[in-house]
């Protein structure tokens, strides 16, 4: 049964190394004694400036560098990284550079996991997450981006049909998961994150709490699940199991879609004090906060440099948003028109518009008469709404032909097929004595390789 509402400092260096005094010139003396001392005193003084900036320097650089790596080996060694539950891993090319620097956009998928017990209120084995955020790291716009998505949301989880999208963590972890996401949205999921039920509480104890204004009285006991909820209204400061229950509370009109919104006005607050001076002495808090119940197929490594990248990033940096959709009977049902223009914005920078008034032509040219059609729906389920099939010459490498000279939209189409290869021309300008149908701005030529790699439509009207 699943309750619905829970959701290194180096040592001093070798003093073999450092000048002894007999090897310092002695100071001249100019006139009297006492004159002479007198003014040897300026120069001593500034060479022992000199000399602790020799010294000092280096060693402040050694004390970060021995954090970094304490830091480091302390993630490495509590927290559970770089191959994921069953040793699956996708990693995007160049995306993570040295030192510690993000070169290209990363998605990465965090699952908030719920308890399930059985009738004698035994903790079972199998969840379904409570809370799915799909984020994604974006250095070229120097921003970051959170879409939440409901946990009624009615999604196709592939292998057992039409169900909520929380259910797909209990037919198949992380994993399944994150392939349920991907073709929901039509977007590439890099990495994921996995957060146990108590996660949150301790990452909000750890910075001391966090200060939110209630917007209401909220009182709820579940006898159950063991746990309390009894908030008033008005602006105040809630510790982590406080904290927990305010996001957790869905006991009124909105239920979960309420619940994600205060979720996401948590994340906001927290994020902002996390970035405080007064909160990097709570570092190792934060990182043992994190490292318990943390599951992840981010390495050591990448989860600082994303962390760093978050740290560097300005005040107002994250953007969050909603799943748009509405309510039904049984699920939260979505909104197909909205989620392909939110999702082609956040995701792939691409505008409402460049879906709209870009024309693909699709040449099938794989020796699979059905795989042409297919291609043709999924494209369309991104929000592209001129896309045509055509019959193609055999071909052995898929192939996007871009006129447009939008890299953004290719990408996107690019990430669609899987693998594609991607050649840019003008189009073609040459008049013709027959008339013919205008040339495509974007062609895509499918070849033996395409098969295996697109499948799935992205999202679904309700009835399809």
Partial sequence: MTEDDRSNVPGPPDSSRLPSPEASPAPQTLGAAGTGEAQAARPRRVRRWWKLLAWGIPILVLVAGGLGLGLYLYTLGHVTVGTGETGYRRQPPKAFGWPLRLNDRVNVLIIGIDVTLDEKRRVLNVSRSDSLILTSFDPERHRMYALSIPRDTRAEIPGHGTDKINAAYAYGGPRLTTRTVEKFLGVKVDFYVKLGPQSFTHLIDAVGGIDIDVEKDMKYTDTWGGFTIDLKKGFQHLNGQEATGYIRFRHDALGDIGRVERQRK?????????????VVPAAPKLLEAFAKNTQTDLTSGELMTLGLFVLRSGS?????????????????????????????????????????????????GSGNVALGPHVVARIEALGFKSVRLRPGAPADVTTIVDRTGHPHVVRMLATTLGKAVIKRTPPSKTPSAKAQPPQAAITIVLAKDAAPKVSGTVIRRSGN
């Fill in 316 to 364: 107002n940096s994250l953007q969050e948003y909603t799943l748009p959709g509405t309510f039904a009977p049984t699920y939260w049902e979505p909104d197909v028109p909205k989620i392909q223009t939110l999702v082609a914005d956040l995701f792939y920078d691409v505008t409402g518009e460049e879906l709209a008034s870009t024309t693909i032509a699709v040449e099938n």
């Fill in 266 to 278: 948590v994340m906001q607050v927290l994020l902002r004090k996390m970035k405080q001076p007064s």
